[in-house]
């Protein structure tokens, strides 16, 4: 098991003896944690970016993401596991994850992970799949690209991993960029069936609300958002930024819908890279949406 690290939240205070901003609620998660609550997991990870040949950054995501929600105003129960401290070893990294990811899961809890780089990704999916084993699962990724490579294990390899291994997922992409896939991987996705949209797909027609509908279907569905699928101007610090990306309000609109979706299990919202952002406007988007997740989530109120 890799070395587990745990957050120390503070922030602002506008009276002692009022307990209305996250920092002040939230606990350290255990075996006594209530059924039903929202417990944050962080992967401090940059390894599958750097062996994807992106811009490291991303290994202090979840740091600053918890200091930027921390102040937020937030009362219900809310946990946090630690974050599991990733390092060249990607695979056991990724298994590491997997298994806390499985021990929130089995204690019938929602797991809200904080990346760290997209591969991130491959190790919610393998917590998942332990805790539903036999189940019927769709992924669900808000990103520019489709991380379909099919090469050694990195940020940009995690659903061609999946899908090759598991015939049991279907993964559905919003936002997809020309501009950030190859003709390979448009053949990839179409090979494995992986229903896409593009950006103006997204924006044009109402493809996410019709694949929401279709998502109810599936035994457990888990979902991941790529903050490089928001625009550069909103989202700098990733480390491949879109120039064509959602805005700020479209991805917390698209988040809020999600939040509703009730056989959603768990969310993961990765590529922060503080080391490259500017005005800590990335985290600053990260903490809102998962701010916006957890307040539009009717089981965690």
């Known amino acids: 098991m890799k070395k587990i690290e745990h957050h120390d939240y503070s922030g602002r205070v506008d009276d002692p003896a009022v307990k209305e901003r996250l920092h002040q609620v939230i606990e350290k998660w255990d075996a ?77 809890q929602f797991p809200l992970i904080i990346g760290g780089g997209h591969e991130t990704l491959y190790g919610h999916y393998l917590g998942v799949r332990q805790a539903f084993p036999d189940s019927r699962l ?34 559905y992409v919003f936002g997809i960029q020309a501009s950030g896939n190859t003709r390979t991987l448009f053949e990839t996705a179409d090979r494995f069936g992986v229903k896409y949209a593009s950006m103006n797909e997204v924006r044009q027609t109402d493809v996410y609300t019709r694949a929401l509908r279709s998502l109810r279907e599936y035994d457990a569905v888990f979902a991941t958002l790529c903050m490089d699928s928001v625009q550069q101007s909103v989202a700098p610090g990733t480390s491949a930024p879109a120039q064509n990306g959602y805005t700020s309000q479209e991805i917390h609109d698209m988040v809020a819908q999600l939040a509703k979706l009730r056989n959603l299990t768990s969310f993961d919202i990765s590529e922060v890279a503080p080391a490259l952002d500017i005005d800590d406007r990335t985290s600053s988007l990260a903490a809102s949406l998962f701010h916006s997740f957890m307040t539009e989530r009717e089981t965690f109120q």
């Open 138 to 171: 769709a992924v669900v990724n808000f990103d520019a690209h489709f991380d379909l490579r099919d090469e050694r294990p990195s940020s940009g390899t995690m659903f061609h991993q999946i899908l090759s291994g598991d015939p049991n997922v279907d993964y």
């Open 32 to 108: 006594s944690t209530p059924a039903g609550a929202p417990v944050f997991i962080g992967f401090r990870s940059e390894e599958g970016v750097k062996r994807n040949k992106g811009r490291p950054g991303a290994y202090d995501g979840p740091v600053a993401v918890r200091q930027k929600i921390a102040s937020m105003p937030y009362e219900k129960p809310v946990f946090d596991y630690g974050s599991i401290i990733g390092d060249e070893e990607l695979e056991a990294s990724q298994a590491a994850l997997g298994q806390s990811v499985a021990e929130v899961l089995s204690n019938d």
